[in-house]
């Protein structure tokens, strides 16, 4: 019986180590798959601080697989009926008053602010795998609001990465990136994030409330809320085209 319970402790004791005795690569492919996700639809706000205070923008985005996002604004009224299309590297907005006008986005210019906020274009449509797009270094671990993290750094594979370095603190229970920060080649400080509130949903812990903020900017940041999420959803193909945005 002595030896039966040294055996299982010793095994309980294996697995433990095992479980924890993660890669870097392996900790990006369990993010990945928490929060990554074939097709999903979202209903989500922005609320920007700018100098004169803060306003709110709702919308609703539709993404199926890394290369197809479609957003449509719903509020408030100067911005309701907009849209932002995304397919693989190229965007397009949509503007239907006062000209009813498609614009082209490429380039540089996925990297500027949408509305405003301290949100890119790439930002808000980026749905890529970070185990496809970045190669990944385990720095050690820290705690982050109470959550124990891993502490990686990222550099980019993949030449269309929205940046080319990331160093993220990731929740070594949740497998979310609690905070990030995000670098251009050249080593400079581009943005910051920060989940501040977290759900769980679907197997999934996904966040709710995310704090933006762009270091090249004088904004005072911007919050991003997801108020709802459906992954059990067909969306077809139509929907991601030019043609879709005047409807």
């Given at each position: 019986m002595k030896i039966i319970t040294t055996f299982l402790l010793t095994l309980?004791?294996?697995v433990s180590v095992r479980a924890e005795d993660l890669s870097a690569v392996e900790i990006l492919q369990r993010i990945d798959r928490n929060m990554a996700?074939?097709?999903?639809?979202?209903?989500?706000?922005?609320?920007?601080?700018?100098?004169?205070?803060?306003?709110?923008?709702?919308?609703?985005?539709?993404i199926k697989g890394d290369d197809k996002t479609?957003?449509?604004?719903?509020?408030?009224?100067?911005?309701?009926?907009?849209?932002?299309?995304?397919?693989?590297?190229?965007?397009?907005t949509y503007s239907p008053e006062p000209n009813d006008r498609i614009i082209t986005i490429s380039g540089h210019l996925l990297r500027q602010s949408v509305m405003g906020s301290d949100?890119?274009?790439?930002?808000?449509?980026?749905?890529?795998?970070?185990?496809?797009?970045?190669?990944?270094?385990?720095?050690?671990?820290?705690?982050i609001s109470g959550r124990l993290c891993y502490v990686l750094d990222l550099t980019a594979i993949e030449k269309n990465a929205s940046y080319y370095k990331r160093k993220i603190w990731v929740d070594k229970e949740r497998w979310l990136p609690l905070k990030e920060?995000?670098?251009?080649?050249?080593?400079?400080?581009?943005?910051?994030?920060?989940?501040?509130?977290?759900?769980?949903?679907?197997?999934?812990?996904?966040?709710?409330?995310?704090i933006f903020k762009d270091m090249l900017s004088k904004s005072g940041g911007t919050e991003y809320i997801i108020e709802s999420i459906d992954l059990n959803v067909d969306i077809p193909d139509h929907m991601f085209t030019k043609a879709a945005l005047r409807r």
């Amino acid at each position: 019986m002595k030896i039966i319970t040294t055996f299982l402790l010793t095994l309980l004791f294996t697995v433990s180590v095992r479980a924890e005795d993660l890669s870097a690569v392996e900790i990006l492919q369990r993010i990945d798959r928490n929060m990554a996700f074939d097709q999903a639809i979202f209903t989500s706000k922005m609320v920007v601080s700018g100098r004169t205070g803060k306003r709110t923008i709702a919308s609703q985005i539709w993404i199926k697989g890394d290369d197809k996002t479609l957003v449509e604004y719903l509020s408030p009224p100067r911005e309701k009926g907009k849209k932002m299309l995304r397919v693989g590297n190229k965007l397009w907005t949509y503007s239907p008053e006062p000209n009813d006008r498609i614009i082209t986005i490429s380039g540089h210019l996925l990297r500027q602010s949408v509305m405003g906020s301290d949100l890119s274009y790439e930002d808000i449509t980026d749905n890529s795998r970070l185990a496809e797009t970045y190669s990944a270094e385990l720095v050690g671990e820290e705690e982050i609001s109470g959550r124990l993290c891993y502490v990686l750094d990222l550099t980019a594979i993949e030449k269309n990465a929205s940046y080319y370095k990331r160093k993220i603190w990731v929740d070594k229970e949740r497998w979310l990136p609690l905070k990030e920060d995000r670098f251009a080649k050249s080593g400079r400080l581009l943005k910051t994030t920060e989940i501040v509130e977290v759900f769980h949903f679907a197997e999934r812990w996904y966040p709710r409330r995310i704090i933006f903020k762009d270091m090249l900017s004088k904004s005072g940041g911007t919050e991003y809320i997801i108020e709802s999420i459906d992954l059990n959803v067909d969306i077809p193909d139509h929907m991601f085209t030019k043609a879709a945005l005047r409807r």
